[in-house]
Every structure is written in C-alpha cells, then in structure tokens.
C-alpha cells in the first residue's frame, strides 16, 4: 500500500494489527467446523486486501494465533496483507485458551507494539470451553492499553461455546457473532474480516472521552498528547443467526 503524505511530508497512514486467534481444538474437526474456518479466512484475505486498500488511515497487517494443547504464532512478525496467505490449520487437543491470551498479551505491550500505530483489530473463534485458567491470561490483556482500545470481535461456533468467556473477553455482547452451522461461521468469519479492515482513525477526534484526563508523559498510547483518535466500526450489518438456518445446526 502506497504511503500517503500530509502537508509537510508527515506519513498520513498508520499500521493497524489485525489479529486471527483461532481455536484448533479437536472438538474443531467435528462437522468440518476446521475446514470451513481455513477456506473462509482463506478466501476473505483477497477482500480484506481489497477493503484496506479503500482505507487510506491504515497500513493493514495480519498475524494469526492458534490454540489447542498450548498456543502458537503462525507468523514471526505482522505480515502486510498483500502479502499475506493463509496455512491451512488442524484440529486437535484441548482448548487452552489462556495459553494464547498470554502470548497474545507479550504482542500487545510496547515495545513490540508501536507507539504511532492505530488500535489493532482482534478476532477470536472458538467452539468449546477453556481447559486452562484463560483469567489470568486474559487479565494480562486487560491491563493493557492496547487491548483495551483495540475492536474485539469473538465468533461463537456451535451450541458447546462458552458465550459467557467470550463476552469475558469483548466486553460487548454485540460483538459475539453466532455461528450454528458452516454457512453461518463462513459469512462470519467474512463480516469480521473484511468490516474491521474498513475500520478508521479519524484525526479530528480523542482517542476516546476519558483521554482527557490522561496527563502528558504517562505512557498511554491513547492520550490526546499522542494524537490518538478511536476506531469506528460499522455494526450495523452485522449478519443474524436466523438467515442461516439450513437444517445442520451443530
């Protein structure tokens, strides 16, 4: 994606992380529930390339996250997503959930997070229940500014998801998108991607009403001394379960 340029050569566009956390627990190879998860982030990256392309505030860059019986980066490092591809998952072991929390946690401090980049975008899909202690990890997320400004955005899959841990993590049950069967998760996992990759910073606004009581020099990416401004995603067309009731609710 071209640079943009602001009056006096000051660089216009900023990174945003867009983070896939994915469940690959073996529950996940039940009814293809794995393989509709890899065809459809698959087939959403040419889509997300294209929408970020329409958003000249960002610089879009994606890292996916697996989970099972311990927790793995799929990538070393952000990937622009014209760059970007998508491996192919499998599903086995338990669900532990915290395990990827807390890595997730060590990618969100600064460093390794940048000081000029926009909140990132966060997409966790899960099927199951944790199997681990996923509060102390997820405490660690929560005391961190980053996540705590960043779009969160769970896909519950299946009536065995535990909707109360993934509310635990958005903190807005909006944001728990339901998906019953695989045309369902497909076109959420569709709605989650390509909509946060539309997501935009505009300069004219704090980073959010509380900011501006935040003093100067306190290490908060977001007070208004650093220019922040909050992320606006569009929640209006967000798909509902009843569209996709085909027969094979799982």
């Not at 793995?72 to 952000?78: E, M, N, V």
């Not at 009536?159 to 076109?187: C, H, P, R, Y």
């Amino acid at each position: 994606m071209a640079d943009l340029q602001r009056p006096g050569g000051e660089l216009a566009s900023r990174p945003i992380n867009f983070f896939w956390v994915v469940d690959c627990s073996g529950s996940m190879s039940y009814d293809g529930k794995m393989e509709v998860v890899n065809t459809a982030i698959e087939e959403c990256i040419p889509e997300m390339a294209s929408a970020a392309d329409n958003n000249p505030n960002a610089q879009l860059l994606i890292r996916a996250l697996q989970f099972s019986s311990g927790a793995s980066w799929l990538t070393a490092k952000p990937v622009p997503v014209e760059d970007y591809s998508w491996n192919p998952l499998e599903a086995n072991g338990v669900t532990e959930m915290g395990k990827a929390f807390e890595l997730l946690a060590a990618q969100l401090s600064i460093p390794p997070m940048p000081t000029r980049a926009l909140p990132p975008v966060i997409v966790l899909l899960s099927d199951g229940q944790p199997t681990d202690s996923y509060k102390d990890g997820l405490n660690k997320l929560k005391a961190l500014p980053w996540f705590k400004k960043a779009v969160k955005i769970a896909i519950s899959i299946g009536s065995d998801a535990d909707d109360d841990v993934l509310e635990d993590f958005t903190g807005n049950k909006e944001l728990i998108l339901q998906a019953n069967n695989a045309a369902a998760l497909a076109k959420m996992i569709k709605w989650a991607s390509t909509t946060a990759s539309m997501v935009s910073a505009p300069a004219s606004k704090p980073m959010n009403a509380d900011a501006v009581s935040t003093p100067a020099g306190s290490g908060d990416p977001f007070a208004p001394a650093n220019g922040g401004a909050p992320l606006v995603i569009d929640m209006s067309n967000i798909p509902s379960p009843d569209d996709f009731d085909d027969g094979a609710v799982w």
